[in-house]
């Protein structure tokens, strides 16, 4: 198990310990023929972030500063994925093989599909994969393709479009669900998802047959809170509750109030993991 980033402070004679938020790695056959209703739960030390336990009560304890990867080497397995939002917000990426599952799924796409897998036969900068499939989409005319996420409002108005279930959205994920085959249903992600395979299978041969890997994240169970203000920050010591979201999103309470008095909101992973935090247990 990956505890995370373990930080430790004295206080009185009883020792502190700071985590980092992690998702336990999932190896790729977890995926092989798809996976609906995906869901994995967070970690924080060694505290489990289920859906069905509520908030979680922490404060924070210091700022993570994030590494940038290392390029990709020859020979390393790189798996090559696209995310669906909507058909106009699909995000291309590429992972290496221990992360690939965790790695989409903390991202919330309505789908995730890994459209191919391979073994670099020389050594790829990080981001070439992803530069060289957005290059392809625009030669094709396919539209905008990302290489970062939509924005958090974004993400949020795609999932309560699911969860309210009358949306075009939820009916297209329901269809995707039953029939097990996302690239029959969602033409735009079909589309990117070939460009990204033709792409990958240039620099490697495939190690598994085209886009075999998918997942659905499971369905929150009510609608979604508005997003996190950008002019909250987290400090030190402040304590804060936090309680997740089956489909990778996070919901946040703070002391600290909006215009409206609002103080709970939707932040993503990608947010809290700039964070360790200590728990605080309920008396």
């Not at 430790?8 to 609906?36: D, M, N, V, W």
């Not at 979680?56 to 020979?75: A, H």
């Not at 999932?159 to 329901?174: A, D, P, R, T």
Request: charged residues 25%; contains cysteine; proline residues 7%.
């Amino acid at each position: 198990m990956n505890l995370g980033e373990l930080n430790g402070s004295f206080k009185g004679s009883e020792l502190i310990h700071a985590y980092t938020l992690q998702f336990p790695q999932k190896p790729l056959y977890t995926l092989q023929g798809g996976h609906a209703s995906f869901s994995l739960a967070p970690l924080l030390g060694y505290f489990v972030m289920s859906p069905d336990k509520g908030w979680l009560r922490v404060k924070v304890s210091k700022v993570v500063k994030g590494e940038r990867p290392d390029d990709f080497d020859e020979e390393e397995i790189v798996c090559v994925y696209v995310l669906y939002y909507d058909n106009e917000n699909i995000k291309v990426g590429t992972s290496r093989l221990g992360n690939v599952v965790n790695r989409i799924y903390s991202q919330a796409p309505l789908v995730g599909v890994i459209a191919s897998v391979i073994q670099p036969n020389k050594k790829l900068p990080l981001e070439h994969l992803e530069k060289e499939i957005i290059k392809q989409t625009n030669k094709r005319k396919l539209g905008t393709v990302l290489r970062t996420k939509p924005n958090l409002n974004k993400i949020i108005d795609s999932w309560n479009n699911v969860i309210n279930g009358k949306s075009e959205l939820h009916k297209k994920l329901e269809e995707t669900k039953r029939t097990m085959m996302p690239l029959n249903v969602l033409e735009r992600l079909a589309e990117i998802s070939k460009v990204a395979w033709e792409v990958a299978c240039k620099y490697g041969d495939p190690l598994y047959g085209y886009a075999s890997h998918w997942l659905i994240p499971q369905y929150p169970k009510g609608q979604l809170p508005p997003p996190l203000p950008t002019h909250i920050k987290l400090k030190e010591g402040q304590e804060i509750y936090l309680k997740f979201h089956p489909n990778g999103l996070f919901s946040i309470r703070t002391s600290q109030l909006t215009l409206d008095g609002g103080n709970e909101f939707t932040c993503d992973f990608g947010f809290l993991s700039k964070y360790s935090y200590e728990v605080i247990p309920y008396e």
